[in-house]
């Protein structure tokens, strides 16, 4: 078998509130909703299928590392330092709890934000070599 994994093709959120959730998702970060009944919701965005799933409350994407820390699941990439600054801005203008825009002691810059089920996502200043390549050429 030569064959191998070729994309990420959907990522799944818990939400406790498919359409509460699906509008904060719509109107906060600009995604296109696919589809949506009582139990998840479809949407695209950043390139990505994500499935908003109902859950119970207080489910989250989050895990504690090691040391305690709570962790994301997710890191979102804009095109260097003036796209994330635009993007932490234009977060706190919508009103998304956003943490500070931090050196993590790699390459670029980073920031945390939640969403409505306080599922914590992250945001990084380098877009990958690869879709730079593919996408942005």
């Known amino acids: ?50 499935f908003l799933v109902k859950s119970n409350e207080n489910q989250s994407s989050n895990f504690v590392d090691i040391y305690g820390e709570e962790r994301f699941s997710i890191t979102f990439e804009v095109n260097g330092l003036n796209a994330l600054e635009d993007v932490h801005r234009d977060f706190i203008d919508k ?16 920031f945390v934000f939640y969403d409505l089920d306080g599922n914590k996502f992250d945001v990084w200043s380098e877009l990958s070599p690869i879709f730079k390549e593919k996408y942005l050429t």
């Open 1 to 50: 078998m030569g064959e191998k994994l070729v994309r990420v093709g959907t990522i799944y959120i818990p939400v406790s509130n498919v359409k509460s959730a699906s509008e904060w998702y719509v109107n906060k970060l600009e995604a296109e909703l696919s589809y949506q009944d009582e139990d998840k919701a479809i949407l695209n965005f950043a390139n990505q299928s994500f």
């Open 95 to 110: 009103q998304i709890k956003v943490g500070e825009i931090e050196n993590r002691g790699h390459a670029g810059r980073n």
